[in-house]
């Protein structure tokens, strides 16, 4: 099975950070926004998860959002998540199912950390899921340009130049 199967097999479009994905579960129920922190704006559903599909040529561009996020290896080659920390530490992980190598299967990235993510191998893909609790909304998710998460963090100039889209 390669990546374009997996896309028509699942469904999956399209997503602005890059790659390819599809939302598979929304929980019906939902917390009010009185009970959430101050930096949500509305409620938000329990939990929400997706399917998420990256190739060699499609990374996850730099993004944040409020909410934890944990990815889940399912196939393909390995994925290196990148994350820089509110005060601009940065760390990375590989997710993949080379446990003796160090890969782990789960990842969890924290809040408010900006993260980008990208197949390791050339010619590649990885297929992973994602998921977010309290619920995944747009309201939450910030995609900056290239030029602002250079000035917010000028020490990692390589690695945002690498994997920002504009």
């Given amino acids: 099975m390669d990546a374009t199967e997996i896309i028509n097999h699942f469904n999956l479009q399209e997503h602005p950070e890059g790659g390819y994905f599809r939302e598979v579960y929304r929980s019906k129920g939902f917390i009010l926004e009185e009970n959430l922190a101050e930096y ?7 939990c929400t998860s997706i399917y998420f599909l990256l190739t060699s040529e499609k990374f996850s561009a730099f993004h944040k959002i409020n909410q934890d996020e944990i990815w889940h290896f399912y196939k ?4 290196k998540i990148h994350l ?3 005060e601009g530490e940065y760390t990375f992980v590989i ?3 080379g446990f003796k190598k160090g ?31 309290p619920g995944f909304d747009f309201r ?7 030029k602002e998460l250079l000035n917010e963090f000028p020490q990692h100039s390589k690695i ?7």
């Fill in 76 to 79: 393909g080659s390995p994925l």
């Fill in 160 to 166: 945002i130049g690498q994997l920002t889209h504009h």
């Fill in 140 to 146: 939450d998710f910030v995609l900056p340009s290239r």
């Fill in 84 to 86: 820089l920390s509110p």
């Fill in 40 to 46: 949500f704006e509305g409620n938000r559903n329990y």
């Fill in 103 to 133: 890969e782990v299967f789960q990842f969890t990235v924290p809040a408010h950390y900006y993260f980008a993510a990208e197949v390791i191998k050339t010619t590649s893909y990885a297929f992973v899921g994602c998921t977010v609790s």
């Fill in 95 to 97: 997710i993949g199912d």
